[in-house]
């Protein structure tokens, strides 16, 4: 049991020095294709690509933030933090998303005038900048796919919504280098701002029901106790509550009812059989309270 615990434990930290690797290299390339990004913007008078690149601005910030707060939360428990700081990364995922939650909102009070009022744009620029823009976000999507933190695959999902982004800008150069489609360029902005916005919200209350401490989304708390109260010497089981650290360690507590005061060595097995039925179903620290059928559960919600 020793054996399996450690193991969570190198494996975790294998997948956070990865996912603290994966969103540095994210943030740089944000960073620089940020600054080429305004520039083509403003070479271009595209409104997409300034949008984007306003987009990108706060991505990098974000990026930042995530990455360092990733790094921390690594760190082991403390007098302070009992848990450790795992939730650093959680609070990382939450002001990534706030942040392109905001930059979205922004873009789109900036572009629809812009759908009124189309301006001339550089397509040929526009197609270059384009193709840039999906080496360097999909390079970093790439290099960014497998991290296992809800803080980097928020980040990466929006990697990736980049790499889309910057298609649709493809795909718009050309249209309007042969034709005269000047709303088009307006129009593919506020398309991806909007796509953005929908999933930037979808994440954000993934993230909120976490800090709010809902239950695990992949933890079926009824099949749980019916399995307990399988178990030899189980009468019921109560009181039980179940919350997410970070969105992948889970933590758990509950009341055992036992039938009868067994010996020292099968309580130790029946607690040992409870806490390996747990771990099964997908929790990583689990708090065992066991109880006598005579005795009065002290909390008001047993």
């Known amino acids: 049991m020793e054996s399996g615990n450690v193991k969570n434990h190198h494996e975790h930290g294998h997948h956070h020095s990865g996912d603290v690797e994966a969103l540095g290299g994210a943030f740089l390339l944000n960073f620089i294709f940020t600054l080429i990004e305004i520039a083509g913007g403003l070479w271009t008078n595209s409104v997409a690509i300034l949008a984007d690149a306003l987009h990108d601005a706060g991505d990098s910030l974000a990026l930042l933030l995530a990455w360092y707060l990733q790094k921390a939360s690594g760190k082991q428990r403390d007098q302070q933090f009992s848990y450790g700081y795992g939730r650093l990364s959680l609070l990382a995922a939450l002001i990534n998303g706030v942040v392109l939650l905001a930059g979205s909102i922004v873009v789109i009070v900036h572009v629809i005038p812009r759908l009124f009022e189309p301006q001339i744009v550089d397509a040929t620029g526009m197609f270059w900048l384009a193709l840039l823009g999906i080496a360097f976000n999909g390079f970093a999507f790439w290099r960014n796919q497998k991290s296992q933190s809800l803080n980097a695959k928020m980040v990466n999902w929006h990697l990736m919504e980049d790499v889309l982004g910057?298609?649709?800008?493809?795909?718009?150069?050309?249209?309007?280098?042969?034709?005269?489609?000047?709303?088009?360029?307006?129009?593919?902005?506020?398309?991806?701002?909007?796509?953005?916005?929908?999933?930037?919200?979808?994440?954000?209350?993934?993230?909120?029901?976490i800090f709010l401490q809902s239950n695990p989304e992949d933890l079926d708390l009824d099949a749980l106790e019916s399995e307990l109260r399988l178990m030899n010497n189980v009468e019921d089981v109560h009181d039980v509550h179940a919350w997410s650290l970070d969105g992948k360690y889970h933590v758990l507590s509950l009341h055992v009812v036992i039938s009868q005061i067994p010996d020292q060595e099968t309580l130790v097995q029946l607690k040992n059989q409870i806490r390996e039925q747990t771990r099964k179903m997908g929790i990583d620290h689990a708090t065992i309270e066991i109880e006598l059928p005579s005795e009065a559960c002290v909390l008001e919600n047993c």
């Open 166 to 209: 910057w298609t649709v800008v493809l795909i718009g150069s050309i249209a309007m280098h042969f034709g005269d489609f000047l709303w088009l360029d307006p129009l593919m902005a506020l398309g991806v701002t909007l796509f953005i916005l929908w999933n930037v919200f979808r994440s954000l209350r993934r993230v909120a029901r």
